[in-house]
């Protein structure tokens, strides 16, 4: 099956500064890419996500890029602000499958410092 | 619109207790999952769903069961409580159709302590 690294555990940035999270995935048939925020004692909620299809999306700060040939994706935050503090999680799945499921990374917690 | 339902929210069972954790998805979603989160770890899957009638299992399905009669209910039952299961409980939904792509909604979780 599907398996999922994602790195650093931690990540500890000063407000303003941007952070990067690095993900590989195993299964080159996967085509979905999301990336989750959970904040603590709250569910995980999905900020963005890619298709195999497309390199890069951005959405306000946060951007996504996806590298097929390396099996490597990377959630980028620019100008990270003390609400960015959070859990995030990468996930892959092969989308449009009868039998989809998300295989998720072990989680990055982020802190921004003010 | 509630999107994804869970209850309770939080329970206290005995070793040995069983127990039923309800999930209800009010977006016609075809596919159900639920997932465990440990303290400071990530999210393991334990059963899913991709229809009514239609359950299979994820990586950690013993000691859990679950059923699925209509598309809007996935409850997931723990027979046995063992402290092992102590964990937060995650229910999400995700609609068939890929094209329309929002990835999973989650539910606000069951927090269960097993003593």
């Known amino acids: 099956g599907e398996n999922v690294e994602q790195h650093p555990s931690t990540l500890s940035v000063q407000e303003g500064d941007s952070a990067v999270i690095k993900c590989t995935y195993s299964d080159s048939a996967s085509n979905y890419f999301p990336w989750y925020k959970q904040e603590l004692g709250k569910r995980p909620q999905l900020i963005i996500d890619i298709r195999s299809n497309v390199g890069e999306k951005k959405d306000q700060r946060i951007a996504v890029t996806l590298n097929k040939t390396a099996k490597h994706f990377s959630l980028h935050i620019t100008e990270t602000q003390p609400e960015d503090s959070a859990v995030y999680f990468c996930a892959a799945s092969i989308r449009g499958g009868s039998n989809y499921k998300l295989t998720f990374g072990k989680g990055t917690l982020l802190t921004v410092n003010p | 619109n509630a999107g994804v339902t869970q209850t309770p929210k939080f329970r206290i069972l005995k070793i040995g207790q069983s127990m039923t954790l309800q999930c209800t998805q009010d977006?016609?979603?075809?596919?159900m999952y639920w997932y465990r989160q440990d303290p400071g770890m990530g999210l393991k899957l334990i059963y899913y769903?991709?229809?009514?009638?239609?359950?299979d299992k994820g990586e950690v399905p013993n000691g859990y069961n679950v059923s699925r009669s209509t598309t809007e209910d996935f409850p997931l039952r723990l027979e046995l409580a063992a402290p092992s299961q102590t964990s937060v409980y995650f229910c999400a939904s995700s609609p068939l159709d890929g094209k329309a792509n929002y990835g999973y909604t989650f539910g606000s979780g069951t927090r269960l302590t097993v003593v």
């Open positions: 769903s991709v229809g009514a009638g239609i359950t």
């Open positions: 977006m016609n979603h075809n596919y």
